[in-house]
């Protein structure tokens, strides 16, 4: 079967660094999304990821390893607006997109 | 601005009484989606449209059913809702079905509650 894994819930300060991390097993790979969900409201997007390696994007990084099957957001000087679900989700063989369940991550001053 | 947008944002409907839920979308995308959420769980795909080709998930109940009358708009039926159906629903265009093009742009989504 395809799964996606990822922390359910993490806790970080203001204005310190998280590492989010995902792991993956799917039936081929044709790409990684990173997407951001506030409570109650839908999903945007943050990153894409095809290439080994980082791609950075302002405060937010992704990167990833196709051989490991396994990717991180990393998000630098935390705001309180960063509290919100970060999903991972994989673009299997078939281009359909495979979800994980997502990581609350819960910011504190 | 180009947007995908969703009505209603909230329902409420008794058990087995039919509801509708409409999307409409700015952006000339290809493909539209349905997607159902629940409360810390992942997004469910329920169906999508490449153009006018529909394509139903094999897991979606018969319970659910969708329409895309133009390119711009989609509905989706749920004929009999029953209380494992409240959820958030989300409707998702996006430009063409391959890598990299696959980005999804979202509409706010609508709450079903069944009472």
């Given at each position: 079967?395809?799964?996606?894994?990822?922390?359910t819930e993490?806790?970080?300060?203001?204005?310190?660094?998280?590492?989010?991390?995902?792991t993956?097993q799917?039936?081929?790979f044709?790409?990684?999304?990173w997407?951001?969900?506030?409570?109650?409201e839908?999903?945007?997007?943050?990153?894409?990821?095809?290439?080994?390696?980082?791609?950075?994007?302002?405060?937010?990084?992704?990167f990833?390893?196709?051989?490991?099957?396994?990717?991180?957001l990393?998000?630098?000087?935390?705001?309180?607006?960063d509290?919100?679900?970060?999903?991972?989700?994989?673009?299997?063989?078939?281009?359909?997109l495979?979800?994980g369940a997502?990581?609350?991550?819960i910011?504190?001053? | 601005?180009?947007?995908?947008?969703?009505?209603?944002?909230?329902?409420?409907?008794?058990f087995?009484?039919?509801?509708?839920l409409?999307?409409?979308?700015t952006?000339?995308?290809?493909?539209?989606?349905w997607?159902?959420?629940?409360s810390?769980q992942?997004?469910?795909?329920?169906?999508?449209?490449?153009?006018?080709?529909?394509?139903?998930?094999?897991?979606?109940?018969d319970?659910?059913?969708?329409r895309?009358?133009?390119?711009?708009?989609?509905f989706?039926?749920?004929?009999?809702?029953?209380?494992?159906?409240?959820?958030?629903?989300?409707?998702?265009?996006?430009?063409?079905?391959?890598?990299?093009?696959?980005?999804?742009?979202?509409?706010?989504?609508?709450r079903?509650?069944?009472?």
């Amino acid at each position: 079967g395809q799964n996606i894994d990822q922390p359910t819930e993490m806790t970080a300060t203001e204005g310190a660094i998280v590492q989010i991390n995902c792991t993956y097993q799917t039936s081929g790979f044709n790409g990684l999304f990173w997407y951001q969900q506030h409570a109650g409201e839908a999903p945007t997007f943050l990153s894409y990821n095809v290439l080994d390696g980082l791609e950075e994007k302002g405060r937010f990084s992704s990167f990833l390893s196709r051989s490991k099957g396994y990717s991180y957001l990393l998000l630098k000087e935390l705001q309180m607006k960063d509290s919100a679900s970060y999903l991972c989700a994989v673009l299997d063989s078939n281009y359909q997109l495979i979800w994980g369940a997502g990581t609350k991550l819960i910011i504190k001053p | 601005d180009a947007m995908v947008i969703q009505n209603p944002r909230y329902q409420v409907t008794q058990f087995g009484k039919p509801v509708t839920l409409s999307c409409s979308q700015t952006l000339n995308h290809n493909v539209m989606y349905w997607y159902q959420q629940k409360s810390s769980q992942a997004p469910k795909l329920l169906f999508h449209y490449y153009d006018k080709d529909f394509n139903n998930e094999a897991d979606t109940p018969d319970n659910f059913q969708s329409r895309r009358p133009n390119t711009s708009f989609c509905f989706l039926d749920i004929r009999s809702p029953g209380l494992g159906d409240a959820a958030m629903y989300l409707c998702a265009t996006s430009r063409d079905g391959v890598a990299g093009a696959n980005v999804l742009t979202f509409g706010a989504g609508s709450r079903l509650t069944v009472l």
